[in-house]
């Protein structure tokens, strides 16, 4: 009921910046958190960050404190994940997610609708 588009990937060199932009559409207002995860080659998916549709209150995983970024516009229904001073160990695939309940807000299992992903590759 709910879908989500991700855009924004690409190749960068380590210490710059990509900007990722999550779309939802369908039903909207079911969602209680956004949240940011990344699955690099040969290990499995893990939270990156997490927001509270409404109210906007944030939560990290600690490697990218101070580094990456999360808002969202309600009205644009969009999330963006803004991600500075890159380090090659961030090259991944990123995928938004969609939660309708509370708990757990960063266990991947716990999420209800996933994006198709969106690759990041920064190099040394």
């Known amino acids: 009921q709910v879908q989500l588009v991700e855009s924004g990937g690409g190749l960068v060199q380590a210490g710059g910046s990509l900007r990722l932009s999550c779309a939802a559409s369908g039903r909207t207002f079911s969602i209680y958190y956004m949240g940011w995860f990344r699955q690099a080659p040969g290990k499995e998916r893990e939270f990156v960050g997490v927001?509270?549709?409404?109210?906007?209150?944030?939560y990290y995983v600690d490697s990218v404190k101070g580094r990456f970024t999360i808002s969202r516009d309600n009205a644009k229904n969009t999330v963006t994940l803004q991600m500075n001073s890159l380090k090659p160990e961030d090259t991944a695939v990123y995928y938004c997610?969609?939660?309708?309940?509370?708990?757990?807000?960063?266990?991947?299992?716990?999420?209800?609708?996933w994006g198709q992903g969106t690759q990041v590759t920064v190099s040394s």
């Open positions: 927001i509270r549709w409404s109210g906007g209150s944030t």
């Open positions: 997610a969609a939660k309708r309940t509370p708990p757990d807000r960063a266990a991947v299992t716990g999420y209800d609708y």
